[in-house]
């Protein structure tokens, strides 16, 4: 069965150090979103991305992070310089199109920053 | 943007009982009304999902029934059963390229 690929698992970082998380999701899958998950939190959503092109990115803190998804497949978050409140889960989620359909996620990737 | 809130935060039933969570949204506008299920330390799932032009769906133990003139909708389950332990999130949205806004989550807890 298809799956949403995300790497690292986890990630220990030092505050003011840049990281970078990647995201691979279903073959074919045109929308892909970046959600943050604090624990006790719903997910919230970062970056959407429609193929290669950035469709939403209103809550995302630009000063620090930025995201990509140059080929409209495979994507990265980077957060450069981390803070200590940006410790989280970062889920990473794709669909067919985007409008009516499921979203699948991947096994996340837990960020602690010391 | 749109503003979602479920109800309760937590709920706590004995097994075999029945459980509801209700989620309250803003937009009007929104057309696709998913149920996430996530259990603890895994990815959220969709369990089941509604669009705008019905008012109930049903699979097995689970339904969802929607009400958009008072913009909430409702996840059932019956028949409860210590696996139905999880939070789950509600995740209206539809418009906007299919963006999806998660409320903040209800913890149930079955027991046995």
């Known amino acids: 069965e298809a799956e949403v690929a995300q790497s690292p698992r986890y990630k220990i970082t030092e505050k003011s150090q840049a990281v970078a998380f990647w995201c691979d999701p279903i073959?074919?899958?045109?929308?892909l979103y970046w959600y943050r998950q604090i624990l006790g939190q719903g997910p919230e959503l970062l970056v959407q991305?429609?193929?290669?092109?950035?469709?939403?990115d209103s809550q995302l803190p630009k000063d620090r992070f930025s995201a990509e998804r140059l080929k409209g497949v495979d994507s990265t978050l980077k957060i450069q310089p981390a803070e200590l409140g940006d410790s989280a889960m970062y889920l990473c989620?794709?669909?067919?199109?985007?409008?009516?359909?499921?979203?699948?996620f991947g096994q996340g990737t837990r960020l602690t920053v010391v | 943007g749109e503003n979602v809130e479920q109800h309760p935060s937590t709920l706590s039933v004995q097994e075999g009982d029945s459980a509801v969570i209700k989620c309250t949204y803003s937009d009007s506008a929104s057309n696709y009304f998913p149920w996430y299920k996530q259990e603890l330390g895994k990815r959220p799932q969709l369990i089941i999902d509604?669009?705008?032009?019905?008012g109930e769906k049903k699979d097995q133990r689970i339904a969802v029934t929607l009400n958009k003139t008072a913009k909430h909708f409702s996840l059932h389950i019956t028949e409860t059963q210590p696996e139905d332990s999880a939070v789950y999130f509600c995740a209206p949205g539809g418009t906007s390229y299919g963006k999806l806004t998660f409320g903040q989550g209800t913890i149930l807890t079955v027991h046995p």
């Open positions: 509604i669009r705008s032009n019905v």
């Open positions: 991305f429609q193929d290669e092109s950035v469709v939403d």
């Open positions: 073959s074919g899958h045109a929308t």
């Open positions: 989620a794709s669909s067919s199109r985007g409008f009516r359909t499921e979203a699948f």
